[in-house]
């Protein structure tokens, strides 16, 4: 008979049957969490995707950028195009450049400084596209854990109501009541523990990705300026 209540109570804590037993509070707890976490790894295999993507296309502009190619040359042929990264910031600059010569600028110090505004808001756009999200991970990562012991609370004031409307603290019937109300805790450290390791690897990824096309901004701003200091020498010789 003892080994009967044994199977019965193994059976009773298998993470379905927890699942099931566990009062409307719990389950929708556990739900969002797991659709948390569902939603977290979408997350982190489209970044991971998408910063890989980033990383190739730094790597072929540099190479061309750098190749020889003439700067009007590279503008014609990505103009037209759906920039990101460092072509993104070279478009932006180049469009400034030509506006304001057609539109006869006269100070060069107003040109440089329109054209670094340019770079610098193309930059802003490209690190807010590839940060979107990132803060839900951040969300999930430090809120998971204490949503999970709200359903573990609430879990484990049912299973001492339970308990005293049984009177009885046998193993079966108190058992159920604390797994069901723990399965809450775990799951949300299930979703938390790899939204903050993600958040932490993710966020530095693109912050090294900032600091390339910064540099890149920075080197192509000098370029420029140097252009506009001979264009201005011209004018006045």
């Known amino acids: 008979m003892e080994n009967i ?88 600059a180049m469009r400034e450049w030509k506006k304001s010569f057609e539109k006869g600028a006269r100070s060069p110090h107003g040109l440089q400084t329109r054209i670094d505004r340019a770079m610098d808001l193309a930059l802003t756009r490209e690190m807010e596209r590839m940060e979107s999200r990132l803060g839900f991970l951040a969300t999930i990562g430090s809120a998971a854990p204490f949503i999970g012991l709200f359903g573990t609370v609430v879990g484990i004031m049912t299973s001492f109501q339970a308990i005293a409307g049984s009177k009885s603290t046998n193993l079966a019937v108190v058992a159920p009541g604390i797994a069901e109300a723990l399965l809450a805790t775990a799951i949300g450290l299930l979703a938390a ?28 701003s000098a370029i420029l300026s140097r252009q506009i200091d001979e264009k201005s020498m011209a004018k006045a010789a």
Do not use: H
């Open 5 to 92: 209540a044994l199977a019965d109570t193994g059976a009773q804590l298998s993470i379905w049957a927890l699942f099931w037993q566990a009062g409307w509070v719990v389950k929708l707890v556990m739900l969002g969490l797991l659709g948390a976490s569902i939603w977290t790894w979408a997350i982190i295999f489209d970044k991971v995707v998408s910063y890989n993507r980033m990383r190739a296309a730094l790597n072929r502009f540099e190479q061309t950028f750098w190749s020889g190619q003439s700067l009007e040359e590279l503008y014609r042929t990505l103009a037209d195009r759906k920039t990101t990264g460092m072509g993104a910031i070279f478009v932006a």
């Open 193 to 220: 523990i790899p939204a903050v390791i993600a958040y932490n690897k993710l966020s530095s990824d693109a912050g090294k990705i900032a600091g390339r096309m910064e540099g890149f901004a920075d080197e192509f």
